[in-house]
């Protein structure tokens, strides 16, 4: 199942996302994206921030932006504005908005 999932992120992530705009594409493939990425998953010693806000040790999944980089672009490489999450919570702050 977890195969899967990564297989249909994959192919999303090629023929959907990073096809839409070009701009995004380039960023999630920079080398400055994927080095500042593994420094937030070593600062959050690669466990989900929002379970462990309740008690719960869950393994990330994504590097998560807070403010979304649409929104505030210039804080895309910024380490504050970067969370490690697992799935199901990053699921649930992009519900919430």
């Not at 899967?4 to 994206?33: C, L, M, Q």
């Not at 932006?65 to 649409?70: D, Q, R, S, V």
Request: hydrophobic share 30%.
């Amino acid at each position: 199942l977890e195969e899967n999932k990564t297989a249909r992120n994959k192919r999303y992530d090629k023929y959907v996302r990073f096809t839409r705009d070009k701009k995004y594409s380039d960023f999630y493939h920079s080398i400055e994206w994927i080095k500042i990425r593994q420094i937030a998953i070593l600062r959050d010693k690669g466990l989900c921030q929002e379970c462990l806000k309740r008690g719960k040790i869950t393994v990330y999944r994504t590097v998560h932006h807070i403010k979304p980089i649409k929104t505030h672009w210039h804080l895309r490489l910024c380490l504050s504005n970067l969370v490690c999450v697992c799935e199901k919570c990053h699921q649930e702050l992009h519900r919430k908005g």
